[in-house]
């Protein structure tokens, strides 16, 4: 399974940024879910999102609910994450991921097996 983020970029604090994350190769179609982390240097890989990819339920860290959006659309195998109200402290490389059938918890990296290369996203205060 290959993951490909896109979407990440500069911005000022208040604007809006999309991510998107398209899913392909063998195994792409099975998965409980996709979620999406964040990370600055020296710190740990951060839970941002996570949707349920049969149900549609979401999860939403406490420090972008409200503020973010994580959405999939099955035909094309994506999950989007719409970013508004941005803050400077949400600069980060931000990661897509994606979970076995058998993940139960979404909130843990070790809960995915499938990672993207990352997207840079850069708010300016």
């Known amino acids: 399974v290959q993951l490909q983020a896109s979407g990440g970029g500069l911005v000022q604090a208040g604007g809006s940024l999309r991510l998107s994350c398209a899913a392909s190769g063998r195994g792409a179609f099975s998965r409980s879910a996709m979620g999406w982390f964040r990370q600055t240097p020296g710190k740990e890989r951060e839970f941002v999102a996570s949707?349920?990819?049969?149900?549609?339920?979401?999860d939403y860290a406490e420090s972008v609910k409200g503020r973010f959006i994580i959405s999939r659309d099955l035909a094309k195998n994506t999950v989007s994450l719409q970013m508004n109200s941005l803050k400077p402290e949400d600069t980060a490389v931000y990661y897509c991921?994606?979970?076995?059938?058998?993940?139960?918890?979404?909130?843990?990296?070790?809960?995915?097996?499938?990672w993207g290369q990352g997207t840079q996203v850069t708010v300016s205060s």
């Open positions: 991921a994606s979970a076995p059938p058998w993940a139960r918890t979404f909130r843990e990296k070790r809960s995915y097996n499938y």
């Open positions: 949707i349920n990819w049969n149900s549609g339920s979401t």
